[in-house]
Nanobody, 122 residues
């Protein structure tokens, strides 16, 4: 049974930083892509970043490129999202997901975490 557990969310002032973690269990972590998505109140869930099994990453260029960095530690079965220069519009529930291909599409991911809340105050 695959499980993903996010942590690291919280309340931060605009301009601050947070690092989200997602611990995976239940299958061989190093063989799968990992992605981060987010959902703000009243909005659809959107892609944030993804990383494939060998470490190549892709980002939602329009909203987070240059501020967020995705990384993974296969020895710890964990994927990270370092978020810098946070803005109030980054406020959302952040979800990690795992799947076969690191794409922007939710359909590429077959398991999802429960999410962690990130709130950025102005």
């Amino acid at each position: 049974q695959v499980q993903l557990v996010e942590s690291g969310g919280g309340l931060v002032q605009a301009g601050g930083s947070l690092r989200l973690s997602c611990a995976a269990s239940g299958r061989t972590f190093s063989r799968y892509a990992m992605g981060w998505f987010r959902q703000a109140p009243g909005k659809e869930r959107e892609f944030v970043a993804a990383i494939n099994w060998i470490g190549f990453s892709t980002y939602n260029v329009h909203s987070v490129k240059g501020r967020f960095t995705i990384s993974r530690d296969n020895a710890k079965n964990t994927v990270y999202l370092q978020m810098n220069s946070l803005k109030p519009e980054d406020t959302a529930v952040y979800y990690c997901a795992t799947g076969g291909i690191a794409t922007m599409s939710e359909a590429s991911y077959d398991y999802w975490g429960q999410g962690t809340q990130v709130t950025v105050s102005s």
